[in-house]
C-alpha cells in the first residue's frame, strides 16, 4: 500500500508532456470550400385563436408658437428735441364770489355811561374803552360813524382797526381776548354802515407793544393805497 501511494505521489509530481500536430494546408482548405448554407429557422406554428387589437395612434404634439420677430423700422429715425418741454402751468381755480352778501353782525349794544373816549391820531381816530371792558358809549360810535362815511365816499380806502389790553406776563391769553372784543366791536359798527368786510383788518394785540399810550385802546387808521 505504501509503495502504491508513493508511486502515485511520484506520477502527480512529475510534469506531464503534450504532442501538438499542425497542418499547414488547413488554411488553404478553408479558403476553397464552398460556404454551406445556414440552417432554415424554423417557421413558428400560428396560434389557435387570434385576437386583433386595435391600437390608437399617437397624439401629434401641438405645435408651439413661433417666437415673436422684432418689427423692423420703417421710415427715418425718431427726432430728439434739444430740450424737455415746458412745465405745465396750472392756474389757480377761480374765484366765485357770493351772489348776496353775507348778513351784517348783529348791532353792537351801546352803554350810555361806558368808559371811553375818541382822540384824533394820524390818519384816524383812538377809541378808549374802560379796564376790562369793550363796550361802547354814544360818543366813541359816534367816531366810528364818522369813519365809516369816510370809507363809503372813497371805495378804494382801507381800514385799519388795532386793539391792545392791559395784562401780566403770566397770563397773556386773557388781554389777548379782551384786544380781540374791541377790535370786533369797532369792526361791526363799521359793517352795519356799510362798509363791506374785505376792507376792513381787525388785529388783536394784547399786551404786544402796547407802548406808552393808554392800554385800554384801539386805534382806527383809514390808509389809502399808494399810485405810483
Do not use: Y
Not at 448554407?37 to 387570434?50: G, I
Not at 360813524?145 to 369816510?150: L, N, R, Y
Request: hydrophobic share 45%; net charge positive.
Amino acid at each position: 500500500m505504501r509503495a502504491a501511494a508513493l508511486a502515485t505521489l511520484l506520477c502527480l509530481s512529475t510534469p506531464a508532456l503534450a504532442q501538438v500536430t499542425t497542418d499547414e494546408h488547413a488554411l488553404d482548405t478553408l479558403q476553397t470550400a464552398p460556404p454551406q448554407a445556414a440552417p432554415a429557422a424554423p417557421t413558428p406554428a400560428a396560434p389557435a385563436h387570434t385576437h386583433t387589437r386595435h391600437r390608437t395612434p399617437p397624439k401629434k404634439p401641438a405645435p408651439q408658437a413661433k417666437p415673436a420677430t422684432v418689427a423692423r423700422r420703417i421710415g427715418p429715425p425718431p427726432s430728439v428735441p434739444p430740450a424737455p418741454p415746458a412745465n405745465p402751468v396750472i392756474l389757480p381755480p377761480p374765484v366765485v364770489l357770493p351772489a348776496h352778501p353775507p348778513p351784517p353782525p348783529p348791532p353792537i349794544p351801546v352803554v350810555k355811561d361806558a368808559i371811553g373816549i375818541a382822540s384824533p391820531i394820524p390818519l384816524g381816530t383812538r377809541i378808549t374803552f374802560g379796564p376790562g371792558s369793550s363796550d361802547l358809549n354814544p360818543a366813541t360810535l359816534a367816531a366810528l360813524q364818522a369813519i365809516a362815511t369816510a370809507a363809503i365816499a372813497n371805495p378804494a380806502m382801507i381800514v385799519s382797526i388795532t386793539a391792545w389790553a392791559p395784562g401780566t406776563p403770566d397770563d397773556p391769553s386773557t388781554p389777548r381776548r379782551l384786544s380781540l372784543d374791541r377790535a370786533l366791536a369797532a369792526r361791526a359798527v363799521l359793517i352795519n354802515a356799510g362798509i363791506i368786510s374785505a376792507r376792513i383788518r381787525a388785529v388783536a394785540k394784547g399786551t404786544l407793544d402796547i407802548g406808552t399810550a393808554p392800554p385800554d385802546r384801539a386805534d382806527v387808521v383809514e390808509i389809502l393805497p399808494i399810485h405810483r
